[in-house]
Nanobody, 119 residues
C-alpha cells in the first residue's frame, strides 16, 4: 500500500519562495512517475510538475521538482510566488512496467494535500 504525505505548506508573501515535501512509503515496483498537482478554489486540478524514476523532469516555470520514490521524498520548490499560486498542493504517484510520465498518465496514489496561500 503506497502512502504519500505532504508537508511544507503555509502562508507566504508574494515574491518569496516555498519548498514542499512529500514523504513516500509502501511498495513501489516497476517504474514510477511522481508528480505535484495543485487545485485553486473554484478551479480544476492542475499538474505542476512531474519526475520520472530516472530523474527526467517536466515543470511549469518558477518550479523545480526533485527527489522521487527512490529517494523516498518528492520535493517541490516554487520561486517568485504570486497570489495565483494559492492552492492546495498534492503529491501523486503512479507505477507500472516501463512507465514514463506523460500528459496521459493518470495517478492512483495521492497525498492529502497541503495548503499554500500567497498574499
Amino acid at each position: 500500500h503506497v502512502q504519500l504525505v505532504e508537508s511544507g505548506g503555509g502562508s507566504v508573501q508574494a515574491g518569496g519562495s516555498l519548498s514542499l515535501s512529500c514523504a513516500a512509503s509502501g511498495v513501489f515496483y516497476h517504474s514510477s512517475c511522481m508528480a505535484w498537482f495543485r487545485q485553486a478554489p473554484g478551479k480544476e486540478r492542475e499538474r505542476v510538475a512531474t519526475i520520472d524514476q530516472d530523474g527526467s523532469r517536466n515543470e511549469h516555470s518558477r518550479v523545480f521538482i526533485s527527489g522521487g520514490y527512490g529517494a523516498l521524498t518528492l520535493n517541490l520548490n516554487i520561486d517568485n510566488l504570486k497570489p495565483e499560486d494559492t492552492a492546495v498542493y498534492y503529491c501523486a504517484a503512479e507505477m507500472g512496467l516501463m512507465l514514463r510520465c506523460s500528459e496521459r498518465t493518470t495517478f492512483r496514489y495521492w497525498g492529502q494535500g497541503t495548503q499554500v496561500t500567497v498574499s
